[in-house]
């Protein structure tokens, strides 16, 4: 979760707000790669006079959605990790930037279930907490250039992201079966083993929502800085 982390996106290299970021050749893979680790914490910090919002921690306000058929609805969400996104690889490519992140993220909120979890029954609304322990996050970013006011920017046409966990998924859901702790103990021990599983069912949407804020805060980079201030030709 670009781990979002996380900066993402970023082919950020140049200097942002008086922070020295090392720009790199295209194919300077390794400099690519330290170039992009040390905007993480920085754009994770949000920039306000590019109007880059503070995404550690990210605040969601909503995810409502239907799948497999689990009905979800996650509100008021709080992700918090982001900051200490690892950065796995950054190629840079004519008109593509791919962005490879590992995080470990926590995500809290309010939510309601409804449906089935897999093969078990579920019902409850009340507080949840996800905690997800070395996800990564593969970005690919259509990119353009633009040429305006005297310089060239880039532009992001479309974006797309797979992700996977590599360490574990735990999750916690307050006030299952409306507080029947027999049937809301055996979901989570069927929950917390079956992690792999059950990730893929619940978290694509949330997951998908907050890469999808990572790309489109530090992509508003590109909107104030021109290519010739980010990259050596």
């Known amino acids: 979760m670009k781990s979002f982390v996380v ?12 922070v020295n970021i090392t720009p790199c050749k295209q194919d300077d893979t390794a400099c690519l790669k330290a170039s992009a680790q ?3 914490p920085i754009l994770a910090a949000g920039i306000p006079n590019m109007g880059i919002s503070v995404m550690d921690p990210m605040h969601v306000d909503r995810v409502k959605t239907v799948e497999a058929g689990l009905a979800m609805d996650f509100r008021n969400t709080n992700v918090k990790g982001l ?23 926590t995500m809290d909120g309010d939510y309601t279930l409804g449906g089935k979890l897999l ?11 996800i905690k997800i322990r070395g996800i990564v996050v593969k970005i690919q970013l259509d990119v353009d250039e633009k040429a305006r ?29 409306q507080g ?18 059950i990730f893929q069912e619940v978290a694509p949407p949330i ?5 999808g804020r990572i790309v489109s805060e530090t ?11 980010l990259v050596i030709r």
């Not at 093969?119 to 907490?129: A, D, N, Q």
């Not at 997951?207 to 890469?211: G, N, R």
């Not at 992509?219 to 201030?229: G, M, N, Q, R, S």
Request: aromatic share 8%; charged share 25%; proline share 3%.
């Open 83 to 105: 900051k200490n996104c690892k950065v796995l690889m950054l190629t840079r490519h004519p008109h593509r930037t791919d962005l490879d992140l590992k995080c470990s993220v």
């Open 219 to 229: 992509t508003k980079l590109f909107d104030h800085v021109p290519i010739e201030e």
């Open 7 to 18: 900066c993402l996106a970023i082919s950020v290299l140049g200097v942002v707000q008086g």
């Open 119 to 129: 093969i078990m029954p579920i019902e409850g609304s009340g507080k949840y907490t």
């Open 207 to 211: 997951v998908k929502v907050i890469v």
């Open 38 to 40: 040390a905007a993480v």
């Open 149 to 177: 006011d005297g310089g060239t920017y880039w532009v992001v046409k479309d974006w797309k992201h797979t992700t996977t966990v590599e360490k574990g998924v735990h999750f916690k859901f307050r006030n299952l079966f």
């Open 180 to 197: 029947n702790k027999q049937l809301s103990d055996a979901i989570h021990e069927f929950a917390n083993q079956n992690w792999r599983d």
